[in-house]
């Protein structure tokens, strides 16, 4: 402006001196505040309160607005909208050890709670027990509550047909840390191997037999009463064990193996 009032001179000529665009020159803003933009982000942000700047500005341009994402973009973080965001936890890496094949039959169970509910929203507890030598599925008792005192009669009822076990690995679950399964162990000469807090992988094999379980019988019936799910599941037993094939076990059933 002064190159124009001073010397007369074109607005081309005085562009090309200072090394400004005539488009730069003749550009007047649109908006002359934030306040459109402000409001606009303020009625979608307070009906979706979880939405991130993505979300926001694809709702924008449906809203038939074109303002460009670097503006928009700056008044959202004016307006401190940005949620948090959580970043990794960095977990050390793990060499986590090989699960050890029992080289008979009776030398260590496995044994896990799983829960579910039956159809009127009752919950009920499932006690799982495998036989790791053979994936072979011993039992699952199902009830409402199963504490210590029904746990170790459970096991004494399987005993009776399969003999004690000399080794038991379970979980840190109050069920087992508790002074009647101790005890109850002890009477039997029973060595209790505890896995580590947050490591399911050391109790891989009744991990893996929960997963078929959870996939083929509690996921796949809504049943109406205890009963009916303690009559599935045995009748499922019988094909887990004398039927279904197992890669383990080179594609042998349990039973077979």
């Given at each position: 402006m002064q190159?124009?009032e001073s010397?007369?001179?074109?607005?081309a000529?005085?562009?090309?001196?200072?090394?400004l665009?005539?488009?730069?020159?003749?550009?007047?803003p649109?908006?002359?505040?934030d306040?459109v933009?402000?409001?606009v982000l303020d009625a979608?942000?307070?009906?979706h309160?979880?939405?991130?700047f993505?979300n926001?500005f694809?709702r924008f341009?449906?809203?038939?607005y074109q303002?460009?994402?670097?503006?928009?973009?700056?008044?959202y973080?004016?307006?401190?909208?940005n949620l948090?965001v959580?970043?990794k936890?960095?977990?050390?890496?793990?060499?986590?050890?090989?699960?050890s094949?029992?080289?008979?039959?009776g030398?260590c169970?496995s044994?896990?709670f799983?829960?579910?509910?039956?159809?009127n929203?009752?919950?009920?507890r499932?006690?799982?027990?495998i036989?790791?030598?053979?994936?072979?599925?011993?039992?699952?008792?199902i009830?409402?509550s199963?504490?210590a005192?029904?746990?170790?009669?459970?096991?004494?009822?399987l005993?009776?047909?399969?003999?004690y076990?000399?080794?038991i690995?379970?979980v840190n679950?109050?069920e087992?840390t508790?002074?009647?399964?101790?005890?109850?162990?002890?009477?039997h000469?029973?060595?209790i191997?505890?896995i580590?807090p947050?490591s399911?992988?050391?109790n891989?094999y009744?991990e893996?037999f929960?997963r078929?379980y959870?996939?083929?019988?509690?996921?796949?019936y809504?049943?109406?009463?205890?009963e009916?799910?303690?009559?599935?599941?045995?009748?499922?037993?019988t094909i887990?064990?004398?039927e279904r094939?197992?890669?383990?076990?080179n594609?042998?059933t349990p039973?077979?193996?």
């Amino acid at each position: 402006m002064q190159l124009l009032e001073s010397h007369s001179v074109t607005v081309a000529m005085s562009c090309a001196i200072v090394g400004l665009s005539r488009c730069a020159y003749y550009y007047q803003p649109k908006l002359l505040d934030d306040s459109v933009i402000i409001s606009v982000l303020d009625a979608i942000t307070v009906r979706h309160l979880r939405w991130g700047f993505p979300n926001c500005f694809n709702r924008f341009r449906k809203l038939g607005y074109q303002w460009i994402h670097k503006c928009v973009y700056r008044v959202y973080c004016e307006l401190m909208l940005n949620l948090k965001v959580k970043g990794k936890q960095r977990i050390p890496p793990r060499t986590p050890e090989k699960l050890s094949v029992p080289n008979k039959s009776g030398e260590c169970w496995s044994m896990d709670f799983m829960r579910d509910s039956s159809r009127n929203q009752r919950r009920f507890r499932t006690f799982n027990v495998i036989d790791d030598f053979n994936r072979e599925a011993l039992g699952i008792d199902i009830a409402v509550s199963l504490p210590a005192g029904r746990v170790t009669r459970y096991l004494g009822n399987l005993a009776e047909y399969d003999g004690y076990p000399l080794t038991i690995r379970v979980v840190n679950g109050p069920e087992f840390t508790g002074k009647t399964f101790i005890d109850w162990a002890k009477s039997h000469g029973i060595t209790i191997d505890y896995i580590k807090p947050g490591s399911p992988y050391q109790n891989g094999y009744i991990e893996r037999f929960n997963r078929t379980y959870r996939t083929e019988v509690l996921d796949l019936y809504l049943f109406n009463n205890l009963e009916q799910a303690r009559r599935i599941t045995e009748e499922w037993l019988t094909i887990y064990n004398t039927e279904r094939p197992h890669e383990a076990l080179n594609n042998m059933t349990p039973f077979e193996y």
